[in-house]
């Protein structure tokens, strides 16, 4: 059974909830585009210091990155 990718699901949702892009989210966070694009694609991992720049741009708790979404 592969993984699904909760992190990078959970955060384009939250980042589309909010309105932003992920050029927006990049500036916000110290980040590159490319690596926000590539932590929602699945394509690269996290680390907690990202997460944490992330999170911090975005004005929610890290937590939120791990709650599990609906299934479709």
């Known amino acids: 059974m592969q993984r699904k990718n909760i ?3 959970n955060l384009r949702k939250i ?6 892009t992920q050029e927006e989210v990049a500036l ?3 980040l590159s585009q490319g690596y926000i694009n590539q932590l ?12 944490e720049q ?5 004005d929610i708790p890290i937590i939120d990155f ?3 979404g609906k299934e479709k």
Do not use: H, N
Request: charged share 35%; aromatic share 6%; glycine share 16%.
């Open 7 to 9: 992190v990078g699901e």
């Open 15 to 20: 980042r589309t909830g909010k309105g932003l």
């Open 40 to 51: 929602e694609s699945g394509k690269r991992k996290f680390t907690q210091k990202s997460l």
């Open 28 to 30: 916000r966070s110290g």
């Open 54 to 58: 992330i999170a911090k741009a975005l």
């Open 66 to 68: 791990f709650k599990p």
